[in-house]
């Protein structure tokens, strides 16, 4: 099995920054990818970011190119997202995600590529 555990969440003003911390101990996987999600109050989780063992290739969500940032260190078995910018539209549970094995870069995306998640951190930008 594999634990997760995210920190950094918090709340923090529109224009605010954070950054959220996830901690993988137990069975992890260090060649694994690694995603973060979230999901706000009356709607579906959706992607924000993902990162490949190497950090060679990272992936982002449209609503957050260019203010997020996705980074790893495999050494702390560790996976980081700086949210600059915030909006209050980023308000939301920020989940960190972790497959079983493999994972090909075309499913980085797909919730449904991940198989061990941990307990969120809660995020609140306020206007």
């Known amino acids: 099995q594999v634990q997760l555990v995210e920190s950094g969440g918090g709340w923090v003003q529109a224009g605010g920054s954070l950054r959220l911390s996830c901690v993988a101990s137990?069975?992890?996987?260090?060649?694994?990818?690694m995603g973060w999600f979230r999901q706000a109050p009356g709607k579906e989780r959706e992607f924000v970011a993902a990162?490949?063992?190497?950090?060679?290739?990272?992936r982002y969500a449209d609503a957050v190119r260019g203010r997020f940032t996705i980074s790893r260190d495999n050494a702390k078995n560790s996976v980081y997202l700086q949210m600059n910018s915030l909006k209050p539209e980023d308000t939301a549970v920020y989940y960190c995600?972790?497959?079983?094995?493999?994972?090909?870069?075309?499913?980085?995306?797909?919730?449904?590529?991940?198989?061990?998640w941990g307990q969120g951190t809660q995020v609140t930008v306020s206007s």
């Open positions: 995600a972790q497959p079983l094995g493999l994972m090909a870069v075309m499913n980085m995306k797909s919730e449904k590529s991940y198989d061990y």
């Open positions: 137990g069975r992890t996987n260090s060649s694994a990818t």
């Open positions: 990162i490949t063992w190497s950090g060679g290739v990272t």
